[in-house]
């Protein structure tokens, strides 16, 4: 089974990927047809709902990656991870903590919290 | 409706109440009766499996208490809060952090998570 660690990297990769049709294929390899996503400031389910999601964040910060912060960890079919997202080459502007609810190697649901958010927003 | 830091403050008092039959009426007070709670370590469901867990700890750890860390925040139907437990005078001997989905004003599940723990264990 993919380790806490694998599941985050797929996950970051997947926010990062800006074209559709590999944004698709990953979702299909790495998330539940039936997958939720959640934080303070959207929600969807299904891959064209998070598809959608991961576009429009991409949409309004064209410049910004995101990027794993630390060492995720998890047990049983739960994990936990932090990402950051900001300039390639500058200080992060946003950083939160995702708890995703696995179904094997897939992700079933995603938990988001803010850790941090810019003071204008 | 009860805020994130009500059902955190709620929680800390649970885990700390060695009374059992004080225990029992927090429970059924604040948690769901099928309301399930997995951490690292242990899992239960059900306010008799949850009280079993929570008494084993404090006959664990008789000396220590549980104490909330920084400020609980959630949106919807989920909270996230952390927590510290150690001795009163004496410095935090085990961190972790909880997310709460909550059934309005009652807590339908508990993923905890550990920051710390002691090198030993």
Same mark, same amino acid.
Request: charged share 25%; proline share 4%; no cysteine.
């Given at each position: 089974? !993919?380790?806490?660690?694998? /599941?985050?990297?797929?996950?970051?990769? /997947?926010?990062?990927?800006? =074209?559709?049709?590999?944004?698709?294929?990953?979702?299909?390899?790495?998330?539940?047809?039936?997958?939720?996503?959640?934080?303070?400031?959207?929600?969807?389910?299904?891959?064209?709902?998070?598809?959608?999601?991961?576009?429009?964040?991409?949409?309004?910060?064209?410049?910004? !990656?995101?990027?794993?912060?630390?060492?995720?960890?998890?047990?049983?079919?739960?994990?936990?991870?932090?990402?950051? /997202?900001?300039?390639? =080459?500058?200080?992060?502007?946003? !950083?939160?903590?995702?708890?995703?609810? !696995?179904?094997? =190697?897939?992700?079933?649901?995603?938990?988001?919290?803010? =850790?941090?958010?810019?003071?204008?927003?």
């Amino acid at each position: 089974m !993919r380790t806490a660690t694998q /599941l985050a990297e797929d996950y970051i990769a /997947l926010w990062n990927e800006t =074209d559709a049709a590999r944004r698709k294929s990953l979702l299909a390899k790495t998330w539940t047809s039936e997958a939720s996503y959640g934080d303070p400031m959207m929600k969807g389910e299904g891959h064209a709902e998070i598809d959608g999601l991961i576009a429009a964040v991409q949409q309004r910060f064209p410049a910004f !990656r995101f990027s794993l912060v630390g060492t995720p960890d998890g047990y049983g079919e739960v994990a936990r991870f932090s990402w950051a /997202l900001g300039p390639n =080459d500058g200080d992060a502007v946003v !950083r939160g903590t995702d708890i995703v609810h !696995r179904d094997g =190697d897939k992700i079933a649901s995603v938990t988001g919290f803010l =850790d941090l958010v810019p003071a204008t927003a």
